[in-house]
Each structure stands twice: as C-alpha cells, then as structure tokens.
C-alpha cells in the first residue's frame, strides 16, 4: 500500500522548510536590495572606472590597463598616506579598545541608573554630529584651549603646545567617535557570559583579575573581535575627521581620493586608491578573523 502518511508528512516538512525560507528572504530582502544598489553597483562602476586611463592624459577611454593601478603603487605620496592610514587606524582601535572595555565591564557590574545614565550617554554621541564633535575638539586641542590651559595650571607644562592639526589630533577625536562602536559589541557579549563562571574561578583560588583575564576576557572575545573590525574598519575610511583635525602633511588615503576626484578630476586614478583601500581593508580583517580563529578558537 502507498505509504500516504509519509507523503503527506514529507509534504507539510517541504512547506515548512520553504515557509521559513520565504520568511528569512522577506526579512532579509530589503537590506540585499539596500547593500546591492548602494554599494556592489557603486563599487563595481568604481572597479570599472578604475581600469581606465585618465582622458586629461589622452588616454583611449575605450582601453582597459592596470595604468592607474601602478601608478598607486608607483606615488611615494600615496605609499606615505597608506601607511599613515594603516598606522592611525590601528593605534586608534587599540586606545579604543583599551578604553572601552572596562567601560564595557562597568556597564556590567553597575546599577541601573548608572548603567542607563552612561548607556544614554554613549547613544547621544552616536546621535550628534560628527562635524560638531570634531569642531569640539579643535576648540578644546587649541593652545587656548582648556586642556592647554589647564595642562599649564597644572604644571605638566610651562607653555601651550601645538595639538591640532596633527596626528594626535586624528587620533583623539577618532577614538572619541569609536568608542559606542567597540563599548555596545563588548558590552553584549559580556552580557552572555554567565556571572556563575567567575564567581566559580574565584572559589578555587583565583584572584578577580586572573578570573577576569583568564574566564571573563577569552569568553568576550566575539564581542572584541567585533568591536575592534567596525572601529578599525571607520577609522580606516576616516574621512572628516581628517580633513578638520589634520594637515596636508598628515593625510589620510581619503583626502588623496578625494583630491582626485574633486581637485584633479582624475577619477580612475581616484577609483584605483578606493579599491585598493577597500582590497587592503578586506585582506587585514581576513588575517585578523584567522588568527583570531586560531588563537582563541572561537567562531567569529
């Protein structure tokens, strides 16, 4: 006989499965749509841009090179920017990680009105102005500015110093503009970890900080590994900030781009600085998941 129970079984698991398949595309559509019209189109136009001569050179816009490839490669200038680039956005990742964790831990471990109060806090600076903050620190970086002048009173120095326009400048206020970035990762993830796995560390004899080094931290790690990617990762395509805060002699990658773009009208050349920042990017947070993987073998 036909084994009708199991057909009809198999059938209503086939329009469950494809259900929930509906569902996961309907919820995740949207967003697709989003990333694929506002940043793979895009990119890909840069790609092809980028694979074409400059025309204020004479060049055939009909012909495909790796021409403005090598002149990246090629530009002492450029080469200067990258690696200031690369050299800024990771001493500004690890301040910001330094900072943000016991901030993060201090979330954990406080009452709710401090921890509400501080949450607020970090959700306000997401919410204002990236220009305002960074017109903020040029005020307060100025030789006369307060943290100058309250340098001086305190006698950590005889004389105002020059802080603005400089890398430390960059630096502060992207640390400053990272901190919700690695604070709200961190702070989930520790939120997972189960307080009974501590609390268990210390009744065998561990002390608070080697149960938090040796328990709490390596069990943080996603939350880190997180945090850490989306700050590097802004800090690398800092543009603003930069531009405000730092010199011409102090440049970031950006600002070279965008010369190209706006100030030469050498797109290509500007479109192969973008996608070898994006392909650089990519390679050092593909190294960083691997040996992170390896390391702490967690899945990231």
């Known amino acids: 006989m036909p084994d009708w129970a199991g057909r009809v079984g198999g059938a209503e698991a086939t329009g469950a499965a494809r259900s929930r398949w509906l569902i996961g595309l309907a919820l995740v559509g949207p967003a697709l749509v989003f990333l694929v019209v506002f940043f793979v189109v895009p990119l890909g136009y840069m790609v092809e841009e980028s694979l074409h001569p400059w025309k204020g050179e004479g060049g055939n816009e009909a012909a495909f090179s790796l021409e403005q490839y090598g002149k990246v490669t090629q530009s002492a200038r450029t080469l200067r920017s990258f690696e200031r680039t690369l050299r800024i956005a990771s001493v500004s990742t690890a ?92 702070y989930a993830s520790l939120l997972r970890i189960p307080s009974s796995l501590g609390e268990a560390a210390q009744s065998l004899g561990a002390t608070p900080l080697r149960a938090l080094l040796n328990v709490v931290l390596p069990l943080s790690v996603p939350g880190i590994f997180g945090g850490t990617m989306l ?43 973008i996608i070898a920042l994006t392909l650089i990017t990519f390679a050092i947070v593909a190294a960083y998941t691997l040996t992170v993987r390896k390391m702490f073998r967690v899945h990231v």
């Open 95 to 186: 301040i910001t990680f330094l900072i943000s964790y016991p901030i993060a831990l201090m979330l954990l471990w406080a009452g709710r009105k401090l921890r509400t109060t501080v949450l607020v806090i970090v959700f306000l600076s997401l919410a204002s102005s990236l220009i305002v903050r960074n017109y903020g620190w040029l005020v307060t970086l100025a030789e006369a500015g307060p943290l100058n002048k309250a340098l001086v009173a305190l006698g950590l120095i005889d004389a105002p110093v020059r802080l603005t326009f400089s890398e430390v400048a960059i630096i502060v206020a992207l640390v400053h503009y990272a901190m919700p970035f690695m604070i709200l990762p961190i």
């Open 231 to 273: 700050t590097f990762a802004l800090c690398m395509s800092a543009f603003v900030t930069p531009l405000l805060l730092g010199s011409p002699a102090n440049s970031m990658i950006s600002q070279v781009a965008a010369e190209q773009f706006l100030v030469q009208l050498n797109f290509p050349l500007g479109s192969a600085i």
